[in-house]
């Protein structure tokens, strides 16, 4: 696996833009790292007391009984952090001269906490008229849910996901990540760099982003709701198969691995069965198209696994790949992170770190040709930019002191 330093002199492609991150646990922080990996100043405004709720999110093995925030680690890598009592009339006083210095603010609140704090869009509007605002929520701002909580977890079940996921004489299934918060979060830097670019190329006022969990997860459903209306069925559970083309599906290798094989259009599966020495099979009415292959895709299947059975996982990798059948491993982590592509490309680097000395994450991505994204700073602890960001927007040594003096700030 290569190794990265952190080169706190690169500059990204969102220099300039400082991002005041409000949120906390996964999407939001989700959404800022795809800005600050990029250049912008992230600063994540935290709880002194506690701080954002990945920072608890521990990792324990033998090396490391306390356990090590590895979320934090991912997440917050590229950004400051300052701490500050929000629930006191002086640590508004200094996110007031904040706002008044940054393009974006982020806040992840239910409906109506930001208004009650004083830090209501017109509010924000009448201090920084260029500022976008990014409300993060599960449901949205508007609507019967709004109010209720929203964790990924409730999105993921309400949304059809775990309906369609799962075999199908199993319950209905849950991601075992953060799915839901993950895609919300790609969706709203993809929003932010749109509202940003509105303000500065065309003169634009600041707006506000309502950015639901559920919405995003919702748009990469495919065309279910669109199927649903022509056929008048749910989508199905279907396992590692699909309702849409058939073969696709995992198959047992002879050594106890697995293999996964797509061929989702005709040429590829007359490929692979000429490859498996089953041609014939092209022409039997069983498997002549798609539809067909579909109705008997248990058959199909049992043709596949069979050939796929009798061999070890490297064999069958070798074989396919060199008849160009579209084939791949089914890994583990451990086994992912050692894969000759993944660590050729970088896909994974290995990342200076104080408590373990590095630690694996995952490249700046996508890969810019020209100003790509970089690795500046490991994740903050709790206030430790506190006093230079206060400093730099302004806010007075006085204003500073008291803010210490009253336990108000963490540094």
């Known amino acids: 696996m290569h190794s990265a330093a952190f080169d706190p002199a690169h500059v990204g492609p969102l220099r300039g833009l400082r991002v005041l991150d409000l949120t906390r646990l996964v999407a939001g922080n989700m959404l800022s790292l795809q800005l600050a990996d990029f250049g912008a100043e992230v600063i994540k405004v935290e709880d002194p007391a506690s701080g954002d709720t990945l920072r608890h999110w521990r990792e324990r093995g033998t090396a490391h009984p306390e356990g090590v925030d590895v979320w934090w680690k991912v997440y917050a890598r590229n950004k400051k952090s300052l701490a500050i009592d929000l629930r006191s009339e002086e640590g508004k006083a200094a996110l007031r001269q904040l706002i008044g ?16 704090m004083g830090f209501a ?15 993060l929520t599960g449901w949205g701002q508007t609507g019967p849910y709004r109010n209720q909580p929203g964790f990924g977890s409730l999105v993921e079940a309400m949304s059809g996901f775990a309906a369609k996921n799962g075999a199908p004489d199993q319950p209905p299934m849950l991601p075992n990540m953060a799915l839901a918060d993950m895609v919300a979060g ?27 969990l559920i919405e995003p997860l919702l748009s990469i459903m495919g065309p279910d709701a669109a199927a649903h209306r022509v056929s008048g069925k749910a989508p199905a559970r279907t396992g590692n198969r699909t309702s849409i083309s058939a073969p696709r599906n995992i198959y047992p290798t002879k050594d106890g691995e697995w293999v996964a094989l797509s061929a989702s259009t005709q040429g590829m599966t007359e490929r692979l069965l000429r490859a498996i020495g089953r041609a014939e099979l092209i022409d039997d009415p069983r498997f002549r198209t798609n539809a067909d292959r579909l109705a008997h895709v248990e058959a199909l299947d049992e043709v596949i696994g069979a050939f796929i059975g009798a061999r070890t996982l490297e064999d069958n990798l070798r074989f396919f790949r060199e008849r160009e059948v579209t084939v791949g491993p089914v890994y583990d982590i451990s086994q ?32 810019l040709s020209r100003t790509p994204g970089g690795l500046v700073r490991a994740a903050p602890r709790l206030g430790e930019h506190t006093l230079d960001v206060l400093r730099d927007a302004g806010v007075s040594e006085a204003a500073i002191q008291e803010l210490i003096d009253k336990k108000l700030v963490a540094s």
């Not at 050692?338 to 408590?355: C, K, M, Q, S, Y």
């Open 186 to 212: 790609l969706y709203g830097a993809f929003a932010v760099a749109a509202a940003v670019r509105e303000v500065e190329t065309h003169g634009g006022q600041g707006q506000v982003i309502d950015l639901s």
């Open 101 to 116: 210095t940054a393009q974006v603010l982020m806040e992840s609140f239910r409906p109506g906490t930001l208004e009650k």
């Open 336 to 367: 992912i992170v050692t894969d000759a592509h993944v660590v050729e490309r970088g896909i994974l680097v290995n990342v200076p770190d104080a408590h373990t000395g590095t630690l694996p994450m995952h490249a700046v991505i996508p890969r």
């Open 121 to 135: 869009p017109d509010a924000l509007a009448a201090l920084n008229p260029r500022l976008v605002v990014v409300r």
